[in-house]
């Protein structure tokens, strides 16, 4: 087996509130858009972001745990960029599009520079600049 993510799929309450979130404001283009359904943005040049209507996904997955209902995800998503500036510019970005702001950006001890955002249904997004080789790796 390769080792590949090809989808990473999130259940989300309010499929328009996640298009608008991310399609009309963080200006994101749809591959694939079924209303009510599934809203499915390419992130990568083999990755999708795919947004799956909660009650589609919990038929099919199972019932998932929201953090819009107060109860953290134990997962991060990443966006990585080239330069802290940009990380600022990401989350200017973001919070204009309504995100809630989670973590404003900060040095960390590793070297990196990075904040956090939580999309409509509370889904933390990291904007990190990581000057090391791993994070040169994930760069266009």
Excluded at 18 to 25: E, I
Excluded at 60 to 68: A, L, N
Excluded at 77 to 98: C, F, I, P, Q, S
Excluded at 100 to 124: H, I, K, L, M, N
């Amino acid at each position: 087996m390769d080792p590949r993510i090809s989808f990473v799929t999130l259940a989300v309450t309010d499929l328009d509130a996640a298009r608008r979130f991310y399609v009309d404001g963080l200006g994101w283009p749809a591959e694939l858009d079924v209303p009510g359904e599934v809203l499915m943005i390419r992130t990568g040049e083999h990755l999708v972001l795919s947004l799956w209507d909660r009650a589609h996904f919990a038929a099919e997955v199972g019932e998932p745990t929201m953090p819009s209902e107060g109860r953290l995800a134990p997962i991060t998503l990443a966006h990585n960029v080239a330069t802290k500036a940009e990380v600022d510019g990401v989350l200017a970005t973001a919070r204009a599009a309504g995100a809630a702001p989670v973590a404003e950006p900060v040095e960390r001890d590793w070297g990196g520079y990075t904040g956090y955002f939580a999309d409509p249904d509370g889904y933390r997004w990291e904007v990190a600049f990581n000057p090391g080789p791993i994070g040169r790796l994930v760069l266009p």
